[in-house]
């Protein structure tokens, strides 16, 4: 079977671009990722790790703690209901 890392671009360039210094340049990286056909595994992999470092499925570190926010708030909201208004034929008198 196949692993998604056989077809990841990163191989062909310098490792250092997905792991640079903080505050450094990263552009370059995100950019190659967006042609990858291995980026969305590669994110749910960055992901499911809780890995907080470097450049993975084209998203920083710090995109990728706004998206595991987003998630975790998401599957919250769904499992524990919402508060919107229900119409009005679902709705008791007490």
Partial sequence: MPNWRDDALCQEFPQAWWFPEQGGPFKTAVWVCSLCPSKEPCL???IDNDINHGIWGGLTESGRRA???KEKKRAGGSSHGNNEPRPADERRAI
Wanted: proline share 0%; charged share 50%.
């Fill in 67 to 69: 998206l595991r926010r």
């Fill in 44 to 46: 749910r992999y960055a």
